[in-house]
């Protein structure tokens, strides 16, 4: 089953809780979606950080998103792992997402992730999206929530590296966590490859609650 979701997208949201994560759940697709659609403009949303982390997501955004026609990110300071009981807050600004733009495609969280932060930003999308094509990335972790991904997006061997590397270059606060490693990134990108029989061997998995093919 095929088909050509990436081509003719003119505008992206991308949602992440936490610095690091559209670039691990969802870079290698943000890569093709901007090398396939000449005049894409991308929104990049994070909701945690620090200035520490916060300097580290807005130079990885920038290289992931120097290929674009138009961006705009935004680096929230809400603190890592309280979303959840600041949910007013963070609905509130999500509110006000819904009024901004009109996307033709949404990277978020997967809404079965054991992370708060992570299923809360999940639900909010829905909530303030409600009739968009939205498709849900996943976040490898201690916790072993990876499922089974419904859409797959089959990435050029060359763009894998060039997100792994990125990510290691940019966030070196994150060096020291045990699974912040290449062989990780690139494990998830082979498994996905293998699941959907990609001719590079790699592609990112995604979940997609509703599609409708008009």
Avoid at 44 to 55: E, G, H
Avoid at 89 to 98: A, H
Avoid at 106 to 128: G, M, P
Avoid at 157 to 182: D, N, Y
């Amino acid at each position: 089953m095929r088909a050509a979701l990436l081509d003719g997208v003119r505008s992206l949201l991308c949602i992440g809780a936490h610095c690091d994560d559209i670039e691990i759940g969802c870079g290698g697709a943000v890569l093709s979606l901007i090398a396939r659609n000449p005049g894409l403009s991308v929104t990049w949303l994070v909701f945690t950080s620090d200035d520490v982390r916060a300097a580290e997501a807005r130079a990885s955004a920038d290289r992931f998103l120097s290929g674009a026609d138009a961006s705009t990110v935004e680096i929230q300071e809400f603190r890592e792992r309280y979303l959840p009981h600041v949910a007013i807050d963070v609905k509130e600004r999500f509110d006000r997402l819904g009024t901004e733009i009109d996307p033709d495609l949404i990277l978020t969280h997967h809404s079965a992730d054991l992370h708060q932060d992570h299923r809360v930003l999940s639900e909010l999308t829905y909530n303030t999206f409600r009739d968009h094509l939205i498709l849900e990335y996943e976040i490898p972790k201690y916790d072993g929530d990876l499922g089974r991904p419904n859409v797959f997006v089959h990435l050029d061997a060359g763009v894998c590296e060039q997100k792994i590397e990125m990510l290691l270059e940019e966030f070196p606060s994150q060096r020291e966590k045990h699974w912040f490693t290449a062989e990780t990134f690139r494990a998830i990108l082979t498994i996905r490859g293998l699941e959907s029989r990609a001719p590079s061997g790699f592609a990112e998995g995604f979940h997609c609650r509703k599609l409708v093919f008009a």
